[in-house]
Nanobody, 122 residues
Framework: QVQLVESGGGLVQAGDSLRLSCVSSGRTFSADAMGWFRQAPGKEREFVARIRWSGGGTVYGDSVKCRFTISRDNAKNTVYLKMNSLKREDPDVYYC???????????????WGQGTKVTVSS
């Protein structure tokens, strides 16, 4: 059974930075893709970034390029999302996901965390 647990969300002001973490556990040797998605109320889940556990392959969504950075620590089974220059319009629930296809759509990922909430105030 694969489990993903996100942490690091909270209340910040516009322009602040925040780092989210996602710890992966379980037997997932062939599920090489890790992604971050986000979702605002009433809207579809949006691709943020993805990375390979095996190394490289980082890709970012257009709305977060040059502001967010995805990274991984294989020894800790953890993927991070460093978010800089947060904006009020950045959607508020962030999910990490793991899968077998290195894609950008939610359907490309098999395992999902419960999400962590980020609130950006002005």
């Amino acid at each position: 059974q694969v489990q993903l647990v996100e942490s690091g969300g909270g209340l910040v002001q516009a322009g602040d930075s925040l780092r989210l973490s996602c710890v992966s556990s379980g037997r997932t040797f062939s599920a090489d893709a890790m992604g971050w998605f986000r979702q605002a109320p009433g809207k579809e889940r949006e691709f943020v970034a993805r990375i390979r556990w095996s190394g490289g392959g980082t890709v970012y969504g257009d709305s977060v390029k040059c502001r967010f950075t995805i990274s991984r620590d294989n020894a800790k089974n953890t993927v991070y999302l460093k978010m800089n220059s947060l904006k009020r319009e950045d959607p508020d629930v962030y999910y990490c996901a793991r899968g077998y296809r290195f894609g950008w759509k939610p359907n490309d990922y098999t395992y999902w965390g419960q999400g962590t909430k980020v609130t950006v105030s002005s």
